[in-house]
């Protein structure tokens, strides 16, 4: 398994860009998510999935999309960047309620500079 | 006030020494996860907990429920476990967590 997978792993914008963070797990979890990491601050929870087709806002959804067609794949969009949203990007996931023990998987992060 | 706090901020130690890292949370859960961050970024779990204590090789982690207090442990220390420990309190999904500022530890030969 390769479990979370991320692209890229570094990313450059200019503010008003807009691009598109992949996340993909090949463990069949039912749960995602997408955090940002900033100094200081710890990991901050974006917007999560319990499932596909289902999706629902964290702690800092503003100036970001997801949608969640297949289990696999959970990728985060950003409309139109801003020098804010520079950050390191982690995706995670986890099994379901179904399981006793949900460790969290996380993929390798996307560094992402925003001029 | 943060929801999840850590202590200490930084810690640094000599080989062989235990290792004690805190954390409290004021949010309702059902799980309390601890995590580890390498220096390259990447982060594993170590541990996700409901209630007592769970010991995994030299790491040991407890959670007090009613005083909503967990602390994690490192029993001779080594450099290798020079890391960023992380807790998060919440669901036992890891669904949506709510993470502490991370303490970062460091390990002397």
């Known amino acids: 398994n390769a479990g979370v997978t991320q692209t890229p792993k570094f990313q450059v914008l200019k503010t008003g860009q807009s691009m598109t963070l992949q996340c993909a797990q090949d463990?069949?979890?039912?749960?995602m998510s997408w955090y940002r990491q900033d100094p200081g601050m710890g990991l901050r929870l974006i917007h999560y999935?319990?499932?596909?087709?289902?999706?629902d806002q964290g702690e800092v959804p503003n100036g970001y999309n997801v949608s969640r067609s297949t289990t696999e794949d959970f990728p985060l969009r950003l409309l139109s960047a801003a020098p804010s949203q520079t950050s390191v990007y982690f995706c995670?996931?986890?099994?379901?309620?179904?399981?006793?023990?949900?460790?969290?998987?996380f993929g390798p992060g996307t560094r992402l500079t925003v001029l | 006030k943060n929801e999840v706090e850590q202590s200490p901020q930084n810690l640094t130690a000599q080989e062989g020494e235990f290792i004690t890292i805190n954390c409290s949370y004021s949010?309702?859960?059902?799980?309390l996860h601890w995590l580890q961050q390498h220096p390259g970024g990447g982060i594993v779990s170590l541990f996700m907990?409901?209630?007592g204590k769970k010991k995994h090789g030299r790491l040991i982690a407890t959670i007090n429920i009613q005083e909503k207090h967990s602390s994690l442990h490192i029993t001779a220390s080594h450099p290798r476990d020079s890391a960023v420990y992380i807790c998060?309190?919440?669901?036992?999904?890891?669904?949506?967590?709510?993470f502490g500022e991370g303490t970062q530890l460091t390990v002397n030969p």
């Open positions: 907990l409901s209630s």
């Open positions: 998060a309190a919440g669901e036992t999904s890891g669904s949506r967590l709510t």
């Open positions: 949010v309702g859960i059902s799980a």
């Open positions: 995670a996931s986890s099994y379901s309620r179904r399981h006793s023990y949900n460790e969290q998987f």
């Open positions: 999935s319990v499932g596909a087709g289902i999706t």
């Open positions: 463990m069949n979890h039912e749960y």
